[in-house]
């Protein structure tokens, strides 16, 4: 549209004539928007737990409830991994995928290789959802902030 190219073209004008300043301003409104962004995944996980998991005959909600206590838990470890300790980012990703794994186990109590179907999916939809938001939060700040 007129307007989205217009804005562009003003913003692109205003980085090029302040680039430290809108650099700055750019990732903090980044950095501000995106946790509150990054919420958008819990019903999307619940979602996708609810179309793989049609045959439990579960509740939505029951699936919401998995998502929102998987996303606490990602959160927290993720939280734990920035404390500046060598590999320790590695480690808290490898735990997340593993918690992630043994909570489907234990709450849909399917088999291994159901699970491990199931789990390839959740992960790679769980990218591209976190791909997507990432990149709409981007292209916001960069238009408005």
Do not use: C, N
């Not at 300043?21 to 995106?34: P, T």
């Not at 399917?110 to 789990?119: D, E, I, M, P, R």
Request: proline residues 3%.
């Amino acid at each position: 549209s007129l307007f989205l190219r217009r804005r562009i073209d003003r913003r692109a004008a205003y980085m090029q004539s302040h680039r430290a300043e809108a650099s700055a301003r750019i990732s903090e409104a980044f950095q501000h928007d995106l946790p509150d962004a990054l919420f958008l995944l819990v019903p999307g996980l619940a979602f996708a737990l609810w179309v793989l998991y049609r045959d439990e005959h579960r509740y939505f909600a029951e699936h919401l409830v998995f998502a929102m206590h998987f996303q606490g838990f990602a959160f927290a470890a993720l939280t734990v991994g920035l404390l500046p300790i060598p590999l320790l980012d590695s480690i808290t990703g490898l735990a997340i995928m593993a918690y992630l794994f043994l909570a489907l186990r234990r709450v849909y109590g399917q088999g291994l290789a159901l699970t491990t179907g199931k789990f390839a999916a959740i992960v790679v939809g769980y990218g591209i959802s976190l791909a997507l938001i990432m990149g709409a939060v981007a292209i916001t700040a960069f238009l408005f902030a």
